[in-house]
């Protein structure tokens, strides 16, 4: 009977450990959500659960130059701490979306906003992130998908109908997956039951 009651242990404590590593080793999926940034109910962030950056929705920067941004326009990346994302963040988030589909240039519109032909057939946003040589472009529609193009700025560096790719290290707590907080949970009464089992039977 002892042997058997150390059995049990042994075995439920191997998958309580096979638990906690799945819990460990499983990629989160990625969750886009709007978040406020001065003022409650702006949404003007758009918030990554998976780099954990938060993102200036662009028509907060539209029409205004690289040089414009840099210098202090808004305030963006002098008093609030905000940076120019990098191009493989800007990929990043556009996987993150739903990627290079309806569906995924769609949620960037929704959450990002849109800076061309807003109300027409081909809604669409563009955003400039500075590169070594020039400024990438990036540009996503409704009906094209997204493109990317290197160019050399004039004398400020602005385009028409194009805002900044903005992005700062979020401060706020990602919430947990409800997959996650599920399994956790079950783990947890799994061994609170074997511990109340355990008492009784002994």
């Not at 560096?157 to 290290?169: I, R, Y």
């Amino acid at each position: 009977m002892k042997v058997a009651k150390t059995f049990q242990i042994k075995i439920f404590h191997l998958v309580i450990t096979a638990i906690f590593l799945t819990l460990l080793s499983s990629p989160a999926n990625a969750i886009l959500m709007s978040r406020d940034f001065i003022s409650g109910g702006d949404e003007l962030l758009t918030f990554d659960s998976d780099t954990g950056l938060e993102w200036l929705d662009l028509s907060e920067t539209l029409d205004q130059s690289y040089n414009s941004i840099i210098g202090g326009y808004g305030g963006y990346t002098t008093t609030y701490g905000f940076r120019y994302a990098t191009n493989l963040e800007v990929i990043d988030l556009i996987n993150n979306a739903g990627g290079d589909n309806s569906t995924g240039i769609g949620n960037l519109l929704d959450l990002l906003g849109c800076t061309t032909n807003c109300s027409g057939n081909n809604p669409g946003a563009f955003g400039i992130v500075p590169e070594s040589g020039g400024i990438v472009e990036y540009s996503w529609f409704l009906l094209s998908g997204s493109n990317s193009d290197v160019f050399v700025p004039g004398s400020d560096g602005s385009l028409p109908d194009t805002g900044s790719l903005l992005v700062k290290v979020s401060k706020a707590t990602p919430v947990p997956e409800p997959s996650t907080l599920l399994l956790f949970t079950a783990g947890i009464a799994a061994f609170i039951g074997f511990r109340s089992k355990k008492k009784r039977n002994d």
